[in-house]
C-alpha cells in the first residue's frame, strides 16, 4: 500500500497498488530519463512514401511530462534511433535532453546524471527491452511497461498498467508526483468541483 493514513488522489495509476518502497522512492525523483520505442510510443515505426519513419505519441504521456516539468523534475529521453518524429515532439513539449543514435545507453545516462548533478537515487528510467537493462540497473528508480521483455519487468522496481505509447509514461508521472506529494494539488488545478 502507498500510504496508509492519507487519501489517494484519483489517477491513471493504481496508486494503492504501488509497493510503500517503489512509493517512497519516487518521492526522490528530479529527472525521469525515457526510452522511446515502445515507452513514449507503441514501438510501431511506420515509414511515409519518400522513406521517412513516423510515430504516434499519446497525449496523455505529453500532458504528464508537461506536469512534471512545472512541477521541476527534468525529463529526458535516450533512444538508440534518430527520428525527426521525436525531435519535432520533444520540441513541442520543451523538453531538451534529447539524446538519439545513442548505441551505449548507460554512458548517455551517466553524462545525463552528470549534467544535472544528481546521484542515481534521484533518478528514475523507463525502458522495455534488453537495451534499457543496463540504464534499469543504475538508475535509482526503475520502470517498465506491459509487453516489455521479461529481463527488463524483472529488473524493474514498477510496471506500469498501460502499455507503451498508450498512457504509461503518464502512469509513471502520476507515480512520481504522488510521491512528491504533489498529485492532488497538481489534478485540483484541472478540477471544476
Known amino acids: 500500500m502507498a500510504t496508509s493514513s492519507t487519501a489517494l488522489p484519483p489517477s491513471l495509476c493504481d496508486l494503492a497498488a504501488v509497493p510503500a518502497q517503489v512509493f517512497e522512492q519516487a518521492g526522490k525523483v528530479r529527472l525521469l530519463g525515457l526510452d522511446v520505442d515502445g515507452v513514449?510510443?507503441?514501438?510501431?515505426?511506420?515509414?511515409?512514401?519518400?522513406?521517412?519513419s513516423l510515430k504516434g505519441f499519446n497525449i496523455l504521456d505529453g500532458l504528464g511530462l508537461r506536469l512534471l516539468r512545472e512541477a521541476g523534475i527534468a525529463v529526458a529521453v535516450i533512444t538508440a534511433r534518430q527520428s525527426s518524429a521525436l525531435q519535432a515532439r520533444m520540441s513541442d513539449l520543451g523538453i531538451n535532453d534529447v539524446y538519439m543514435g545513442v548505441s551505449d545507453k548507460l554512458v548517455a545516462w551517466q553524462s545525463l546524471l552528470s549534467d544535472h548533478a544528481l546521484p542515481t537515487e534521484h533518478a528514475a528510467y523507463m525502458g522495455d527491452d534488453l537495451i534499457d537493462l543496463p540504464v534499469l540497473d543504475a538508475a535509482g528508480l526503475a520502470l517498465s511497461v506491459p509487453g516489455g521483455h521479461p529481463l527488463v519487468q524483472r529488473q524493474a522496481h514498477w510496471v506500469s498498467t498501460r502499455h507503451g505509447g498508450h498512457g504509461a509514461v503518464r502512469e509513471a508521472c502520476e507515480l512520481i508526483l504522488a510521491g512528491h506529494g504533489m498529485l492532488a494539488s497538481t489534478l485540483d488545478r484541472f478540477s471544476r468541483g
Do not use: K
Not at 40 to 52: F, S, V
Open 40 to 52: 513514449l510510443t507503441d514501438g510501431a515505426i511506420w515509414y511515409g512514401p519518400t522513406g521517412e
